[in-house]
């Protein structure tokens, strides 16, 4: 089973709107954290914001939030006030365990985003 | 800021012919990874390592091999280039802990003929 899904496909969005873009993961840790990062055209990989297993609140980074839902096993990046510079590919990751040999992060397949003037 | 630096931006290798790949971070990061990243697939680990001289393979090691013989220094290779090897890799570093994340290089993108 991947570990990691993101299923949709090129997503749209008018700027200035909210978008949500899907992350759904799997595991039996439960000592686990999800990464969400942005790669723009030109391929750099920026982090955008950190979700752990056991922090009660969801994430926020000045317009990104992550709706972190538990129990469904889902971790959603929710963009404000779209931009055009937000158009990029997104991916979603998981670190499962905290140090050593369960250092790795597992990436998703990502998701494009178009922002629309 | 933390550098990773990748020694070459685009290479390209014939079949047969042993590859290597350097990365080099210069923030006294434990972690080091290598992923290749390809269109509709994302991407995937070939090897990391969270220590010198330790290593973990990833999901894809098939016809890889790494060495870490200092802290700040990750070479992948490629005993014998495939053109199925063809691709963009990825170097990356973090510290140790749970909530570190992952700071890439600029990539190399890689050809085999």
């Known amino acids: 089973a991947q570990k990691i899904t993101q299923t949709q496909p090129g997503m749209f969005v008018q700027e200035k709107e909210a978008v949500t873009l899907d992350c759904t993961y799997d595991?039996?840790?439960?000592?686990?954290?999800l990464f969400w990062y942005k790669q723009p055209s030109s391929g750099e990989m920026i982090f955008l914001i950190y979700?752990?297993?056991?922090?009660?609140q969801n994430a926020t980074e000045g317009r990104y939030s992550l709706n972190f839902q538990k129990a469904r096993k889902s971790a959603n990046l929710v963009i404000s006030a779209s931009q055009l510079g937000d158009s990029a590919m997104y991916f979603c990751?998981?670190?499962?365990?905290?140090?050593?040999?369960?250092?790795?992060?597992?990436f998703g397949k990502g998701i494009t985003l178009s922002v629309r003037p | 800021d933390v550098k990773v630096t990748q020694s070459s931006r685009y290479l390209v290798k014939r079949t047969g012919e042993k590859v290597f790949l350097e990365c080099v971070q210069d923030?006294?990061?434990?972690?080091m990874f290598w992923y290749r990243q390809d269109p509709g697939l994302g991407l995937r680990l070939i090897y990391f390592?969270?220590?010198?001289?330790?290593?973990e393979k990833g999901d894809i090691p098939e016809g890889y091999s790494v060495s870490r013989e200092k802290k700040e220094r990750f070479s992948l290779i490629l005993e014998s280039a495939s053109t199925n090897q063809t691709s963009m890799y990825l170097c990356?570093?973090?510290?140790?802990?749970?909530?570190?994340?992952?700071?890439f290089g600029n990539g190399t993108r890689l050809t085999v003929t």
């Open positions: 990356a570093s973090s510290l140790a802990g749970p909530n570190s994340p992952l700071h």
């Open positions: 595991t039996s840790d439960p000592s686990y954290g």
């Open positions: 979700q752990g297993s056991y922090d009660q």
């Open positions: 990751a998981m670190r499962e365990g905290y140090s050593g040999a369960n250092s790795k992060l597992t």
């Open positions: 923030m006294d990061h434990e972690n």
């Open positions: 390592s969270y220590d010198v001289k330790m290593k």
